[in-house]
């Protein structure tokens, strides 16, 4: 299996995270990726290589032109402002303000954006986020042109957590997403997306949630004791031309693999009966017992089954790096993964 991946993703180093009421290193950071291809170095699967550029169109297809345009000048727009530290929401439309104007100044405008705090937006984000972008793009036309029967889109910042206009969860486009509409686009009538990462991936559901021709499940922390906490819920199965489509199994904190794997086997038996015609997988290697932000319990040795059970359904896949935070593990764990997907 050939791993897409480029060295731009460094742009993205924000200093600061809100989170536990202080402003810490984020832990979505540069050196996830060095414990990646370290361990890629030590058990190598397939070459590196280098994404090519696809443009914007199926970016845009995705995501609002407006929110593009937004996170294209956020970053400018905070420094024009003055402001001393990075970009962070302070002010969101809530409940009780339902139909919000789009501000005109930043402050306001990162609110309308934003679906969450933790992740501010630093100098570079936007070209590393685009460049994540073509990375994923990159994987899925290696699926979709017959080329390869599995890929890894190395992706970094991840995506799954964006959805048509609003970034949050340190995700600002969604990779998958982009993957799954290429696709889409370039033959395959039916594609699948399972979601593993730890967290809900709300971006992604939201923006197929009406869509039967793109099938999403997601194995995650329940939402009401996790982030995103407002979305994830097993009661979430699709609207419209979608209804049906959409699965969610939340499961609670302490959950071990022996557990976790039968939800798996659940979603790999939905994925079967639908018949896409490839698979992309949002891996996260944030399920781990020791990752510092998540509450399941899978060990390294996991990894391995996760991947074959994957792999036994035949489908061509396209495996697109989330989260994982624990981060000297982070890489053992995934190339494990992707060990377990080839067998
Ligand atoms: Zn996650």
Redesign the pocket.
């Known amino acids: 299996m050939d791993i897409i991946y480029t060295d731009d993703h460094r742009l993205r180093a924000a200093k600061t995270e809100l989170y536990g009421g202080e402003l810490v290193p984020p832990f979505e950071c540069p050196e996830r990726m060095d414990f990646i291809l370290e361990a890629l170095k030590e058990r190598p699967i397939g070459s590196i290589i280098a994404p090519n550029h696809y443009g914007t169109d199926i970016i845009n297809q995705v995501h609002d032109a407006d929110y593009l345009s937004f996170l294209d000048t956020a970053w400018d727009e905070w420094q024009a402002a003055g402001m001393k530290g990075e970009p962070i929401p302070t002010v969101w439309p809530s409940r009780s303000m339902p139909a919000p104007h789009i501000p005109a100044f930043i402050d306001g405008k990162i609110g309308y954006y934003a679906l969450s705090s933790e992740t501010s937006i630093a100098k570079g984000t936007i070209e590393a986020v685009h460049a994540s972008a073509q990375v994923a793009l990159t994987g899925a036309d290696h699926i979709a042109s017959g080329k390869a029967h599995h890929m890894f889109s190395l992706c970094r910042p ?1 995506g ?1 957590h964006a959805s048509r206009d609003q970034y949050g ?1 340190y995700c600002f486009i969604n990779n998958a997403a982009i993957a799954a509409q290429y696709m889409r686009q370039n033959g395959a009538q039916k594609v699948a997306i399972l979601d593993v ?3 809900h991936g709300n971006g992604t559901q939201a923006i197929f949630y009406d869509r039967d021709d793109v099938m999403f499940l997601s194995l ?1 922390g329940d939402p009401s004791d996790a ?1 995103p906490h407002f979305l994830g819920y097993a009661d979430e199965t699709g609207y419209g031309q979608g209804e049906g489509y959409n699965i969610n199994y939340p499961m609670p904190p302490n959950t071990p693999y022996a557990a976790w794997v039968e939800a798996l086997d659940q979603a790999i038996a939905s994925i079967r009966a639908y018949a896409p015609d490839s698979l992309i997988v949002s891996f ?1 290697a ?1 399920t781990y017992e020791n990752d510092p ?2 509450f399941f319990k899978l060990k390294s040795d996991d990894y391995f089954d996760m991947g074959a059970r994957i792999n036994a359904l035949g489908l061509p896949t396209l495996t697109v790096m ?4 624990a981060v000297k593990d982070i890489g053992i764990n995934t190339v494990n993964f992707l060990i377990g997907l080839e067998r």
């Open positions: 991840p799954h969860g990462d730890f967290h995650h982030f996260g944030d932000i998540s989330e989260g994982g935070y």
